[in-house]
Every structure is written in C-alpha cells, then in structure tokens.
C-alpha cells in the first residue's frame, strides 16, 4: 500500500494504471534501501509499520515506545497488570482515574477480533495501587502467533508493572468443579508447547529474559495463598479450586477423547489463553497469579445424557453471572499487594 491507501504494483505503477509514480513521490524520496529495492512508495515510518505487522516478535525498542505511549498518554505507572478473560472485562470497569486507550489507536498494537473482548487498555487506580488491564487479549486462533499475542505482557514490563494477573473462562474437567467456580491456577499442562509453539520461539533478546527460563514455581504461592483466604472472607471457598489449566489452540473446543486424555495428564481445567502470557511474564521476571472461571463441565463420557456440548454464549453468561466475585477477589488481592512495598525493597525481599 502508499500512504494514499493505493498498491503499488511490483514495476512501480500504481494499480490505477494511469502514473507511474504516485504524485506524492517527491515526498517519500527518504526511503530505506530496502524499500527502494521492492519500489515500494511508503515512507521509512510507513515500511517499519509494515515490517512489524508482519513479524512474529517485536523489537525490544518498538515494546519500549509502546510502553512509553502509554505511560507517557496516562501520565501514570503501573505496578500491576491485569488480563480480563472472556466475559470479564468488568475487571477493567471497576478501575478509578481510568485513562482508556483503544487498541487500534495505540501504535503496532493488534487488533481484538473476538466477542467479549473489547479491545482496550486501561491504566488507572484500584485499591490505591495504579494498574492497567486489558479489556481483550490475543489469542492463538485469531491468527496472531503467539509472540504477538503475548507481547503486551512485555509492554507490561516496561510500562514498569511487577505483577501480572491472568484470567480466563475455562471449561471445567475435573469432575468436582462445578459452573461458575474458580480455579487458582498453580501450575500448566502447555499443549500448544508440546506441539512446538512458544512465545519465546526466535532470537532471544536477553534484556527480557535468559534463553532458557524454567518454569517451575511460575504462579506464586504466596498470592494463591493469600487468594484463598480473601476466598474464605467472601464465603466462596467451597467453589475455590486450586488446579491445572491446560490452553489448546481452539477455536474448537474439546472432543470427548481430547478430554479423557488431558485429565490423564492432570489437567483441571482446559482453554485457549493464558499460558503463553505466563510464559512471557515469567520469562521477564515478572510474579504471576492467574485464575480460571469455570463456564461449563467438559464431559469425559460418551454416553452422558446432558447437553454438554460448550458454546461462547454460556462462556459469555457465566462469566457475566460471576463478575462480581471474580472483582472482588481482584480487588482484595490487589489491595494486600498495594500494601506491601515495592520489590526491590529490603522489606519486599522477605514477602511476596
Ligand atoms: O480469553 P479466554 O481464555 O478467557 O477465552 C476463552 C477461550 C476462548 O477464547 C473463549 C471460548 O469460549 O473463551
Ligand atoms: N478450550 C476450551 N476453552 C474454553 N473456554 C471456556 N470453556 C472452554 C472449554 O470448554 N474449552
């Protein structure tokens, strides 16, 4: 494309046909030479836009100026990053002070393509500690590949957020959990990974992370700790689960021996998201807590009589049912955090 919208064709005419040079020509004479070699008429601006809606991985400068957008365009810092799932965004509703940036207006940000995901990043005050959430995340599905669905995480980390939490809706597996319970996830099953997909895949730019980062101990037990007892203060402890989330690439959702297999592997709960962001944020150093909603009960049996099979109006309706526990858990937890001291601190070495 020009920057007048118009595709220039390989020997440099316009596809109108009737000029061989755009009328604008003069103008972008500062091309690079690679744009030169390809007789593309963008400008050097326009050809790096391309460049990284194109790639799988960002350049660590292009995260930085994201990350200096947003700080810069909210005037604030956060120290917590939050990942609505689907049919939660209401987690971004209850921020204060909030400072809204569509997607689309922030620069070489994708795009949400899915419903329930609004497509907007908050930054703002909750419970006294300044955070940013996403009201719509990336997934493996949408077309995005996984780096790029991850890489807000590190706009996160340089934005200057130290704690990421992670939600989503999920089905449940485990024969115990029930619609609309909670699953403090304490560890993955990466299905995508064992396929050989990861976020990390490519070059590694060791300013995020090592090449190799292990994974154990990825969610934080001292915030599920902590999660569990404001889910005791609430009265919903008996519908608090502590288990295994595994993401699969969807968009279809299980078959019956997909899920008989994942519970033989210890799978609790099974979706489309989240692992990946966990991956990144741990890659950067970042502590992680993440919860599943449970929107429907997968059945492992070929001749169960309910109507089981999943559809994303039921995932949408529970989560909307359950959107008031799931911010309260939020905000409870981000209110302890918020009181603790900055990491870093000699006080902070000892707590979480
Ligand atoms: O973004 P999350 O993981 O919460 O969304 C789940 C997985 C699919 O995107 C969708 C299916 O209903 O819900
Ligand atoms: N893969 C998957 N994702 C979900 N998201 C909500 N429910 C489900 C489910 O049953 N399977």
């Given amino acids: 494309m020009t ?3 118009k595709v220039a064709t ?3 005419n316009h596809s109108n046909g009737h000029s061989n040079k755009p009328a604008d020509y003069t103008a972008r004479e500062n091309q690079t030479d690679e744009a030169k070699k390809i007789q593309c008429y963008l400008t050097p601006e326009e050809f790096r836009a391309v460049r990284i809606m194109q790639e799988d991985t960002y350049p660590y400068e292009v995260i930085q100026e994201i990350a200096d957008f947003i700080v810069k365009g909210s005037g604030m810092r956060p120290r917590i990053g939050i990942i609505c799932g689907s ?6 509703d209850i921020i204060q002070d ?16 899915v419903e329930g995901h609004a497509g907007k990043l908050v930054v703002g005050n909750l419970e006294g500690a300044c955070v940013m959430a996403m009201q719509g995340r990336f997934h493996f599905y949408e077309g995005y590949p996984l780096a790029k669905c991850s890489m807000p995480v590190r706009v996160m980390k340089l934005c200057g957020v130290e704690y990421l939490f992670a939600t989503n809706a999920a089905g449940g597996i485990n024969p115990k959990y029930m619609v609309g319970d909670i699953m403090l996830m304490h560890d993955h099953v990466n299905m995508l990974g064992f396929a050989g997909n990861s976020p990390l895949q490519g070059p590694n730019d060791p300013r995020f992370g090592p090449r190799f980062p292990a994974l154990v101990n990825s969610y934080n037990k001292d915030l599920i700790n902590k999660a569990l007892e404001i889910g005791k203060a609430m009265g919903i402890e008996s519908n608090m689960h502590v288990g295994v989330y595994s993401c699969l690439g969807g968009p279809t959702y299980e078959t019956i021996a997909e ?19 966990v991956i990144t944020a741990r890659h950067c150093d970042m502590k992680v807590f993440a ?14 009589k309910r109507d089981q099979e999943a559809n994303h109006e039921e995932v949408m309706a529970v989560a909307k049912n359950r959107q008031k526990a799931c911010c309260e858990l939020v905000s409870r937890l981000i209110r302890e955090i918020h009181a603790m001291p900055p990491s870093g601190t000699q006080a902070a070495k000892t707590g979480v």
């Fill in 3 to 5: 920057g007048s919208g």
């Fill in 291 to 304: 919860f599943s909603l449970i929107t429907n009960k997968c059945s492992i049996e070929y001749d169960d």
């Fill in 259 to 277: 899920l008989k297999a994942l519970r033989l592997m210890g799978v609790d709960a099974v979706g489309m998201s989240t692992v990946h962001e």
């Fill in 98 to 113: 909030a400072k809204v940036f569509e997607y689309e207006k922030i620069p070489n940000f994708p795009v949400s393509t």
């Fill in 87 to 92: 049919g939660l965004g209401s987690l971004a």
């Fill in 10 to 12: 390989s020997n440099g």
